[in-house]
Nanobody
Framework: QVQLVESGGGLVQAGGALRLSCAAS????????MGWYRQAPGKQRELVAV???????NYADSVKGRFTISRDNAKNAWNLHMNSLKPEDTAVYYC???????????????WGQGTQVTVSS
């Protein structure tokens, strides 16, 4: 069974920085993509950043130049470094991974439990 465990998050003033971390554990054959999503109150969950097995990245326009995603393949872990935070970045952040559990299985999505990020003005 695969589990994703997040850490980081919290309360920060506008202009500040935070780092979110996620680690996958369990029966893992390979991880295709690692990413972060967020959901603000009353809004749909949205993609923040994603990184694939070739270290190619994609960011939401709203966070480009401020957030950086990175991955450590050896540890099945990835981070989201968030700089120049704005009040509109306030949301619950979820880590996500597309994982294959063995060589003959298909891939599927796994999610972390979510962590609150609050940016005060």
């Amino acid at each position: 069974q695969v589990q994703l465990v997040e850490s980081g998050g919290g309360l920060v003033q506008a202009g500040g920085a935070l780092r979110l971390s996620c680690a996958a554990s369990g029966s893992i054959f390979s991880i295709n993509t690692m990413g972060w999503y967020r959901q603000a109150p009353g809004k749909q969950r949205e993609l923040v950043a994603v990184i694939d097995s070739g270290a190619n990245t994609n960011y939401a326009d709203s966070v480009k130049g401020r957030f950086t995603i990175s991955r450590d393949n050896a540890k099945n872990a990835w981070n989201l470094h968030m700089n120049s935070l704005k009040p509109e970045d306030t949301a619950v952040y979820y880590c996500n991974a597309v994982i294959r559990v063995n060589w003959y299985a298909g891939v599927r999505d796994y999610w972390g439990q979510g962590t609150q990020v609050t940016v005060s003005s």
